[in-house]
């Protein structure tokens, strides 16, 4: 019988996958930035045109800005996390880079754990261990 499970993609930690992924972080950041002050400088012209439609359309207007502004502090937020996590990482430890699905056989006796805990890691983009084909 075939079933479909997950497999998990790790990565071991090497100097060029920590400076990549630093470097990745911090050109989020930097859109990130200039994505609020869009929101600011837009949200000035918004309510400018607000005002001419009555005070509830200000309101709700301010409210949009305002959501739309958290939502990119939040984020702000949770990249600078990372990128703290990221410079802590150890050479040689594994971190997860994400998840795939694939195909596999399975047959009376097999023992479950092993099946859906595969496994692929790699280092540097090349993979170097199967874990739990």
């Known amino acids: 019988m075939l079933i479909k499970r997950t497999i998990t993609l790790k990565a071991l930690v090497t100097p060029a996958l920590k400076e990549e992924m630093l470097r990745d972080l911090h050109n989020t950041l930097q859109r990130l930035e200039l994505e609020l002050q869009q929101i600011e400088f837009q949200g000035k012209r918004l309510l400018l045109d607000a ?52 195909w596999v056989k399975v ?26 084909e």
Do not use: P
């Open 51 to 102: 005002e001419k439609q009555g005070v509830q359309q200000v309101a709700s207007t301010r409210q949009q800005i305002e959501e739309e502004k958290e939502k990119r502090l939040e984020m702000r937020g949770r990249l600078r996390q990372k990128i703290t996590e990221v410079k802590g990482w150890e050479q040689g430890a594994e971190v997860v880079q994400g998840v795939v699905e694939g």
């Open 107 to 132: 047959k009376t006796g097999d023992d479950i754990s092993r099946i859906f805990g595969a496994e692929i890691v790699m280092e540097n983009g090349k993979i170097v261990e199967l874990r739990h």
